[in-house]
């Protein structure tokens, strides 16, 4: 089935500063989805993309939905301990399957 | 709380054990899903029950048995597992509709162990 490889695997920062994680298909993509997965929580819905070349923020988070609808990024401003965790990216095939890339774990130097 | 339990959250068994994972939700959804996650794999999916269907990943071995009695019920009757099955096994509920699909919920998972 269509996957999707998410890069980097694994990201330590300094405490304030920025980070990012991307998705890529090489297919087109209906649309996707982010989660955040603490260390020992489970995964937690962020948002969803749909529109080609779609910008979505919340707060100090920055979702990105490629023009060609094949890739789509998240970037943390100014990271905080709270950011720590794993974040997936997610594709949608059908109305009834979701197929998770392999995930960014972020880890933040206080 | 999500809206989504499960039970037991952690679970250690011998091979030749049969137990069961029971998963609830209480948000009104109406498809439920059983993923498994383990350290080296991305999240697999394994089953989903939606819109009054079964659907399943083909890689799933038969001594994995969902059952979903109604849509708030979810279960993963397990029987003489092998210790590549040690994982965390996550349900989640969505909403979905034809040709649409919202959000996943997921529940905290059951850490299971094979010995």
């Known amino acids: 089935g269509q996957q999707v490889m998410q890069i980097p695997q694994y990201q330590h920062v300094q405490e304030g500063e920025d980070f990012t994680t991307y998705c890529n298909s090489s297919?087109?993509?209906?649309?996707i989805q982010w989660y955040k997965q603490r260390p020992g929580g489970h995964p937690v819905f962020l948002i969803q993309l749909v529109k080609s070349g779609e910008v979505k923020k919340q707060k100090r988070l920055t979702f990105q939905f490629g023009e060609a609808k094949k890739n789509s990024s998240l970037h943390i401003t100014a990271t905080q301990t709270t950011d720590v965790g794993t974040y997936f990216c997610a594709q949608i095939q059908g109305a009834q399957k979701l197929v998770f890339g392999q995930g960014t774990r972020l880890t933040i130097n206080p | 709380e999500t809206g989504v339990t499960q039970t037991p959250r952690h679970l250690v068994m011998g091979m030749t054990n049969k137990k069961s994972l029971k998963c609830e939700q209480h948000l009104g959804h109406n498809a439920m899903y059983w993923y498994k996650q383990s350290a080296k794999k991305p999240l697999e999916l394994m089953f989903v029950?939606?819109?009054?269907?079964?659907?399943e990943n083909n890689s799933v071995p038969s001594r994995f048995s969902p059952e979903c009695p109604n849509s708030s019920h979810l279960f993963l009757h397990l029987h003489t597992l092998q210790p590549e099955d040690s994982a965390l096994y996550l349900c989640?509920?969505?909403?979905?509709?034809?040709?649409?699909?919202?959000?996943?919920?997921f529940g905290p998972g059951t850490r299971l162990t094979v010995t």
């Open positions: 029950y939606s819109l009054e269907e079964r659907v």
């Open positions: 989640a509920s969505s909403q979905v509709s034809w040709g649409s699909s919202y959000e996943q919920y």
């Open positions: 297919t087109t993509l209906s649309n």
